[in-house]
């Protein structure tokens, strides 16, 4: 699915302007990226520190891996290494820069090596520790995968069965064991499998990713009611798993379905909000606020929607949450499992 040159343009996103909501609330982003010339654009500590200061209070992000700045010359398992040496340099830059400071980095491993050559796996995730010390946090290790990626933007390509395969339950638990945390990221047809795997190795502490990514393309676009039941089922049974807590994003991406990026401006909080809303509320009804956390996911959602008007769309749909909810939205629950 081809981006429209405009989205994701300063041009582009400058079309809706904001006042800033809530200015002084403070807030720990717990999902970014970094990259070089990805959707024909640079995201780095420059482009991150320019959307931390358009108003909002965002005062400490977390990292997440995305294949970025891998070193090609290392052995295969070990090449995730390089995308944590970048990081955690341009982490150091951020203390130092006065800007909003990236306190955490999760990382990737092939969490099937726990099967296959458990030494390797050890290796890395003592090299990662070794490189980003206090900042590292956890591993993510996508599970995302559909029958028709050439449907999407971003396609994951992970085996179907991933999260049934022994081999990687088996690197969960070593995850657990050394008290790293697991980012997941799947579809939303892969709910029930990541509900069996949370109930399986129930001592990790496991973040849902961008709602269970509801799909709103190919096959999948004609079937939103449909997929948005299935969805609320599957929700409610991943929430009875207390070793699961939720993030609250990413569901701007192209493949969600909504369409912005196609559109001639981005949506205003207010428009974003009247068609969102139903997740937020719903996750964090099953959740509890104290086990969710907004996100950016940014820059993918930066295709759809500047920085500034999404967390003012995240304001209002905290809105009716007493002060200590929206404390946890904003900032504890992800200080807390993040160890920030």
């Known amino acids: 699915m081809p981006i429209l040159v405009t989205a994701n343009s300063e041009q582009w996103l400058a079309q809706v302007q904001e006042e800033i909501i809530d200015p002084h609330r403070e807030i720990v982003d717990p999902h970014h990226h970094l990259w070089r010339k990805r959707f024909a654009k ?44 970048a990081v955690e340099q341009i982490a150091n830059e951020s203390e130092d820069s006065g800007g909003v400071e990236i306190a955490g980095i999760v990382a990737h491993a092939d969490l ?14 003592e090299a990662h520790k070794s490189i980003s ?12 995968s559909d029958k028709e990626p050439e449907e999407l933007t971003i396609p994951g390509m992970a085996p179907l069965d991933l999260y049934a395969q022994n081999s990687f339950r088996d690197g969960i638990k070593i995850l657990a064991d050394k008290g790293l945390t697991f980012d997941c990221w799947h579809y939303h047809h892969q709910n029930r499998s990541f509900l069996e795997l949370a109930r399986s190795v129930p001592q990790c502490t496991m973040i849902l990713d961008h709602f269970g990514t509801p799909l709103g393309v ?35 991406m192209p493949d969600n379905g909504f369409g912005w990026h196609a559109q001639e401006r981005p949506p205003t909080s207010d428009e974003f909000k009247a068609v969102q809303e139903k997740y937020y509320g719903y996750m964090i009804d099953c959740f509890g606020p104290e086990r969710c956390m907004f996100e950016s996911n940014f820059p993918v959602d930066r295709l759809s929607v500047s920085y500034d008007v999404l967390w ?12 200590t909810e929206k404390q946890s939205l904003f900032k504890d629950t992800a200080s807390r499992i993040y160890r920030l």
Request: some cysteine; overall charge positive.
């Open 42 to 85: 640079d995201y780095l500590l420059a482009d991150l520190q320019r959307d931390t200061d358009l108003g909002h209070k965002v005062k400490k992000t977390v990292f997440i891996e995305c294949h970025a700045f891998y070193d090609k010359n290392a052995p295969d398992y070990l090449q995730p290494l390089g995308e944590t040496r």
């Open 112 to 125: 099937t090596l726990a099967g296959t050559d458990p030494d390797k796996l050890e290796e890395l995730l």
């Open 133 to 144: 010390g206090k900042r590292f946090k956890g591993i993510r290790h996508a599970a995302a």
């Open 218 to 252: 190919g096959r999948h676009r004609y079937k939103v009611d449909e997929i948005y039941d299935r969805w609320k089922k599957d929700i409610l049974e991943i929430s009875k798993c207390p070793n699961v807590v939720a993030k609250l994003g990413g569901l701007a």
């Open 312 to 323: 003012n769309a995240f304001k209002k749909i905290a809105a009716p949450y007493s002060e």
